[in-house]
């Protein structure tokens, strides 16, 4: 076993974008070594320290240099390579990303890898560029991790996750341009990632709407949600920008229904809440076990109504579920839609006579914004930031993380009539 690069730290450039990294290899392969060290020059400025050898090596050294944050290891010929990595894993810095190398193509090995907390395994022979993209990815998501347990000791130590329920009494009326925007709006003004989850796992817009790609493992994850991981969390929630994340799958039609199990979705709530203090859930309106199920686990929920009649006879339904499923939850009502208010069959005095309480926020139609959004597979707030949705959100956002909040329940003493106040009736009866 030889040295092929000589162990030093690797100082950092004042101006550099990233840090050089302190980094280390044991690569029993010699094209594979060579081509491990090509791909570290850049992020190590030419220090790396890459020798021949395997695990074995590795376990072998006592002391490890406090500040190495990247290991890359050949797995070699180990007779049990998860248990070797466990044990290796709880010998480094913890800070210290690792990543595997082996002979070995096997899924299994890969999962059984990352739950001891490798941060990624790559089977060899790999092309050249490989293990630089492969440690381009760590450190993003480190950087991810790292960020998030910054902002997390810099918030107040009672700042409680927070999920944002956005759903839409009716179909169309723009709860998913909502959900987006808010959640856009709400990382910039905090500095802090927040993650948007589409709980329409057969037909959620969400993804599309930023230009991102579903995944398969959604599903599998509400299912499991024990099984989430931080790994599986860093490889699921897409990031979109500097502090927005989102995750949404996209089930066959013809799949069959997911029956979520009891407290499924609170359960995987408090998965991610790990990674996210913030999470902004676009809620489905045709699974009523989902939904349910997001509303009961939410901590503030947006409900959103167009000026029509049905919009405002199923937001007095839904603010009603909601009372029941979800009484501690802080409820916030928006009107919505791409109609024009002056033109529409309802006036917000009319919503908020049925409802009995004040709207929050009136998102105004701007069907160029909504479009532009789409346009550019972004959130309406970066895309069309004089917007006047923009502008009707923003008192929203900032009452959001703000301790009262904004809005709350004002009872609205006059009487409600005609068509608008037989939904009250009918309600008060039930
Ligand atoms: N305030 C608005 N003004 C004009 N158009 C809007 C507005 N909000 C949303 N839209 C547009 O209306 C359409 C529906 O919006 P969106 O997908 O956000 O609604 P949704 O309530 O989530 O719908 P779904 O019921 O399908 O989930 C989109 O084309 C969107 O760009
Ligand atoms: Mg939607």
Redesign the pocket.
Known sequence: MSATATAQRPTSTAGEERPSLSAMAFVSDAVMMSRVSADLFNVTAGKANVRDGTIDSALAISEWPRDLDLLIVDLGDAGDPVADAAALKTAVPGTCLVIGVGRINDVALYRDLLAVGFNDYLAMPFAEGTMARAVDRAMEARERTGGAMVQHAGVAKDAKPRTLSVI?A??????????VTIAAMLGARLHEEVLLIDF?LH???LML?LDLEAIDALREALDQPDRIDALFIQQVAQKKSEYLYAMGAEEPPSGGGFQARPHAASDFLRSFHRRFRWIVA?V??GDPVIQRQVLEASSDILL?TDLSLPGVRDAMRLQQMVREVAPGAKLHIAT???VDARRSAVKVADVERTLKRKVDCQ?????A???S??NFGKPLSEAAPSSG?VKALRPLVGGLDAPGGVGGAVSIAQKASGLLGRFGQGLKKK
């Open positions: 839409g009716r179909g169309g009326v723009g709860a998913t341009t909502a959900a329409d037909y959620g817009s709407a676009d489905p309106r959103i919505s839609g791409a998102i105004p139609a701007d069907a914004a909504a479009l959004a789409i949705i």
